[in-house]
């Protein structure tokens, strides 16, 4: 291919790899065999033979290719080069091209083909011979003649014959068309494809090739369709023009078609990448073209294989090969095409619905300059667009309306909007679509086009544009929710100033200022706000803001009531889904999974996150709202220290702006206990350029003040640790103080400083404030607290506790409330450990610094197994057995041989958990792998084995 193009690396082929290595094996068992590698060009069948050639089983190589010389090529050209290069070897023998055919009596043919087959057949050896004839589809009759020859005569030689063919040159008439056929019909010969690469396989491609900032890989994906040299091209500019080198590649069939069909395919290229024969038709007639010149000038076209012909219609080959066609048009050629498409629509086109018609006569009326027709048949196609759901389409028509206004003079009577209506409703689809600051700058933009610089009073005359004012507000105030920004309670409180006394929206605008107030972390408020919404939706019958209001309501209940939170919820979704209100809905999956989280029930709550993925799927809207799903699986795995797994579901550029500054909190913390400073820093770094802490809301950095706060105390700056503790106390809320703005978890964490600096020299007076300052809040909250809350309460009030007798056992009480919660659990055992070293309980301690150290060394967080060694150390508690150099026999963990030793005793798998703080489920994984490591069969025969282990 152009050797200015660059080379691919290898992705995506290990299926056709492994095939060919396994062809190789067979033929020096078997005898001779060939593969026939087929595929477009571009897709990498030369790299993939090339990867096959280093890695053959077989002794030697030989490499020939055809020529592309416009007609039949040079005969027997590959098998020159190829007879070349095993002469090269010390091979004698006839090279056809070079040397005198045998004999001058009619047979030299014939024995020509021998010599090569002998030859072949003598270079083979015992080792074997792989021998490569690359692009046939350019070969000449002698050589496809010679070809088929070695392929029926090879026999038991070990020779391995692989030819390249690409499939795209094999137009009608080609003679490989007829000859291929016959050719896969022989019994050592088989066929090896070579399409497209996946999504996935394009990102790892894209991956391999770029050191930069990322690529969009959908983009990537659709716009190369998988094509390995296309990836390539299009990798820096993904939604830019097609380079010059892929555009002449697949520009040059259609070089080749004569004038009357390239006209037509410029046609058909003006609409796309496929077009339906009645609407072709139609536009041709408008070009002069009669129905039987059409089918005339499309036949060439099809036979070379630009268009391929559909039960209706027709497809180019690929849709890059419409945009090269459609980029070499002359600016004339172009608006004439558009030109008379849109006379052709405007007119009927039988078969084209009208949502068809519509989308398409805006297309071609704006390319053709017909402003006033683009601004008309945008909107009507844009309403189309909506009732299909279809929201990107949908914004895309919006916006082209908008760009129409100024331009046409009667924009508004055209459209029977004002244009603040059409900016009201391009910012309510970028809600949908997920773009939420072009929302809010649309919105914006409505309001001051209307005149509206600041809020209403209340009780003032309502303005004339009310409704429209109201509408506005609200979808500005949605999208500052969204992102977690200022600003969407005061657009509410003017919502309703402007509506007025039950206006029919009032239940909407009530139900986003419910979740607004949750989502800001007044939940008294949003309880209040969330019961008139429901009340006024019911009243109204508004059964869109009823799903919201209970969706809302549900979440602020899920501490108190789960079954009622999940059943609020589940009625919320399942009414959402009725009305096919998607954000709703989406909404109702993510607080459901949060509310099964908070209930202590995290497989529930990953399987549901899991649900909610699927559905934006299903709705179309897994680019912008499938993030916030991806996130919570990845929260959640991270929370039972299943940090692989976390992992392998991160994605830093996926979301909003909001979900994408989360997922490096994630990231951040990953890297804290990996104990990675470079890590943490980049990170951070990029949180904060997402999430700037002056223009987004101050829950957001909690965690990146968690880990600065942690990470302060681990390195010893425990006056700054302090500091950041009691900043993160303070910021509360009149309200309910501490708790809104502060994650409760995060009191544990704060509670962890205090009790870490009490067995450091010098640092007690800090401790004591700071414990103070736990102490006021953990009083301070209600007693109505859901139980993790209460746990963390509790907790809190153990740790602070003066007296390390009843703290250690205070906290060891608490350990089998967080069996599934890993990440919390490692916390409370640190808790315990200390307070049982105090307390002078060293074998409990060591008991639970041992749990700490496996699960340090299972997920991989080392930072665990390093606290774990310092609380040995200030405390002087034995080190743990393998770090001695002694392990556990039989090659047991630690943790295997504690579980076994108790099985020895009699216990059920309940009664060793409950000795080991860990859940039943977790001691029938270890009783299992241990049976497996012992070779035994049940748990008399491993009680016996535990006696000669001396584990009884």
Known sequence: MQDDLPRPVFVGRDRQLAALAGDGRRVLAEGARAVLVCGDAGMGKTRLIDEYR????????????????????????????????????????PVPGTDRAPGGDGTGRARLFESVLTLLEERAGRGGLLAVVEDLHWADASTRDLLVFLLRNLGGAPVHLVVSVRTDDLH????????????????????????????????????????GPSVDIDLLHERSGGNPLFVEAFLDRPSG??????????????????????????????????????????????????????DTALRPAVDVRVLRATADGYVFRHALLAEAVYTDLLPGERIRAHRRYAEALGRGVPGLTGAETALQLAHHAYA????????????????????TAAHPERLALLERVLELWDPVPDAAARVGEPRAEVLRRAASVCLLAGSLRRAVDYATEGLEELGVTGYHRPGAQAPPDGALIAGLRYVRAYAYKELGSDGGLEDLADAFVVMGEGHPRAAAAGALLASTFMVRGHPTRARRSAVKALAAARETGDRGSEADALVTLGS??????????????????????????????????????????????????????????????????????????????VVNRFQQLR??????LLDTEAGDLLVRGRTWTVVQQIAFYRRDGAGVERAREEFRRLLPEGSSAPQEQVPVLFVEMMGAAVEGRFDAAVDLALHLLERGDAENPHLDTLHMGNLTYAAEVADMMRDVSGRQERAEELSSALLAVADALPE???????????????????????????????????RERRFQRVYLLLAAARAAARAGRADAAAGHLAEVEEAARESGLTLFGELADRIRGRHGLPRPRAAAGEAAPAGLTRREAQVLRLVARGMTNREVGGELFISAKTVSVHVSNLMGKLGVANRNAAAARARELGLD
């Open 54 to 93: 280093a890695r053959t089983p077989l002794a030697r190589t030989a490499v020939g290719g055809c020529l592309e010389l416009g007609g039949e090529g040079i005969p027997f050209a590959p098998f020159t080069a190829l007879l070349r290069d095993l002469s090269r070897e010390g091979a004698a023998g």
């Open 172 to 211: 009608r008439t080609h003679p490989l068309r007829r000859l291929l056929p016959g050719i896969e019909r022989l019994p050592r010969v088989s066929r090896l494809d070579v399409g497209p690469l996946s999504r996935d396989e394009v990102a790892a491609q894209a991956a391999a090739l770029r050191d």
């Open 241 to 294: 023009p097609l380079p010059e080198g892929p555009r002449e590649l697949l520009s040059a069939a259609v070089d080749r078609l004569p004038d009357d069909a390239r006209r037509v395919v410029g046609l058909i290229a003006a609409a796309g990448d496929r077009i339906g024969h009645t609407l072709l038709a139609a536009v041709a007639r408008r070009a002069g073209i009669s129905e039987e010149a059409l």
């Open 368 to 387: 053709a300059g017909d402003q006033p027709l683009a601004l008309s048949t945008a909107w009507e196609a844009a309403r189309h667009a909506a009732d």
């Open 556 to 633: 602020l209940t899920a501490g108190e009531d789960p079954d009622e939170a999940l059943r609020m919820l589940g009625e919320g979704i399942a009414i959402a889904r009725e009305r096919a209100d998607a954000p709703v809905e989406i909404r109702g999956w993510a607080n459901l999974a949060g509310a099964l989280s908070y209930a202590d029930r995290p497989e529930e709550a990953y399987a549901t996150a899991g649900r909610g993925l699927d559905r934006t799927r299903e709705l179309g809207l897994a680019r912008t709202q499938g993030p916030f799903f991806l996130l919570h699986m």
């Open 643 to 648: 940090v692989a797994e976390c992992e392998r």
């Open 784 to 818: 109505g607290l859901a139980p993790p809350n209460r746990l963390i309460r509790a907790q809190v009030r153990a740790q602070v506790s003066e007296d390390a007798d009843t703290a250690s056992r205070s906290l060891e009480g608490l350990l089998p409330q967080v």
